[in-house]
């Protein structure tokens, strides 16, 4: 939106990719539903997954969103992820520390895995009774890389962030056909033992 209220066209959307539903147990699938959440940005028509209905529910669920790699996302992205943490027995400084690793986490596939104006980003939250893990994948198979940032630097601390934030983060190839990688993070529930 701009400062007058008008609402800023986004990129187009990302096109539905009807295959890309991500693997659930068969005793989890039930009450499984396609679902775009409420705070998405309007046209944005990506593939999503969402577990049972209802906050606080211990049930386990899966939220996956793919939309393009371009900055203006950013804040679509950060609320699909938020709006999903209210199913879960988070503190408020977790709920921020996962949505702010979450934005670290697109904003460096954005700026440094997209080749291609037709790219998107596809992030997928997970949550169960204990944690919760934020998956975010891009199709570059270039691995990020932690560096250190000079005290002027206005870039280039994300992944010092990311891994200051979560109790655990790390890499993973992409899913078996895709191109690229996942990069994510993991949060345990307080008072939720470690592993």
Known sequence: ????????????????????????????????????????????????????????????????????????????????????????????????????????????AVKHARTDPDDTVTVTVEGSAHALRVTVADSSPVLPRPRPADATAESGRGLAIVAALADDWGMSPPEPGRPGKRVWFTLRHQGSPSP
Do not use: K, Y
Request: aromatic share 2%.
């Open 1 to 108: 939106m701009t400062r007058s209220g008008a609402r800023r066209p986004g990129p187009p959307p990302a096109p539905v990719d009807a295959g890309h539903r991500p693997a659930v147990p068969a005793s989890a699938d039930a009450g499984h539903r396609p679902a775009v959440p409420a705070s998405a940005d309007a046209g944005h028509r990506s593939a999503v997954v969402a577990g049972p209905a209802g906050a606080g529910s211990d049930d386990p669920f899966r939220i996956r969103s793919t939309v393009p790699a371009d900055p203006s996302w950013a804040a679509a992205v950060r609320r699909l992820v938020a709006g999903q943490l209210a199913r879960l027995p988070l503190s408020a400084d977790q709920r921020d520390g996962a949505v702010l690793a979450t934005d670290e986490l697109f904003a460096n």
